[in-house]
């Protein structure tokens, strides 16, 4: 984790199997939501 200005950045990296396929875009928002609840926070960015 990362502290940028007034807010702070966390980075993960997910690392699978060659032989595991790929999850649509859809399914990667859906965890990094997921992610983003459990850490009390929202990755999106209000405009």
């Known amino acids: 984790m ?3 200005g007034r ?3 966390i ?3 997910v690392i699978v ?3 595991m396929s790929t999850e649509p875009l ?3 928002d ?3 939501d997921e992610i983003s ?3 009390g ?3 999106r960015i209000a405009g």
């Open 2 to 4: 990362a502290k940028l």
């Open 7 to 9: 807010g702070k950045q």
């Open 11 to 13: 980075e993960l990296y």
């Open 17 to 19: 199997p060659a032989d």
């Open 26 to 28: 859809a399914e990667w």
């Open 30 to 32: 859906r965890i990094r």
């Open 37 to 39: 609840k459990a850490v």
């Open 41 to 43: 926070t929202t990755h």
